[in-house]
């Protein structure tokens, strides 16, 4: 059974930072891309990073490039987003998901399976 499993939400001031966790079960990690995804109050959930375990393929959303960073432990089935210089508009629910031979990044129907999500609220 396929499970991915967010963690690390939580409520932050402007500027400040979070990392976000998602551990991956049930497939073959190196073989797959995992994509963190948000979803805003009102509005359409938005591709925010990936990497993709079988070729090193990273992806940011230009609204994140520079402040965002994505990692992922292959020993732990573990990919991280560490996010700094967190702003209002960062405000959402992140969603880790996973897909093999994805080729458009930020685009979730390139994504099999989703985890349930972890608030991430920043306060002005």
């Known amino acids: 059974e396929v499970q991915l499993v967010e963690s690390g939400g939580g409520l932050v001031q402007a500027g400040g930072s979070l990392r976000l966790s998602c551990a991956a079960s049930?497939?073959?990690?190196?073989?797959?891309?995992i994509g963190w995804f948000r979803q805003a109050p009102g509005k359409e959930r938005e591709g925010v990073s990936s990497?993709?375990?079988?070729?090193?393929?990273?992806y940011y959303a230009d609204s994140v490039k520079g402040r965002f960073t994505i990692s992922s432990d292959n020993a732990k089935n573990t990919v991280y987003l560490q996010m700094n210089s967190l702003k209002p508009e960062d405000t959402a629910v992140y969603y880790c998901?996973?897909?093999?031979?994805?080729?458009?990044?930020?685009?979730?129907?390139?994504?099999?399976?989703w985890g349930q999500g972890t608030q991430v609220t920043v306060s002005s």
């Open positions: 998901a996973c897909g093999r031979a994805v080729v458009t990044p930020y685009v979730e129907y390139e994504y099999d399976y």
């Open positions: 990497i993709d375990n079988s070729d090193s393929r990273v």
């Open positions: 049930g497939f073959t990690f190196d073989d797959y891309a």
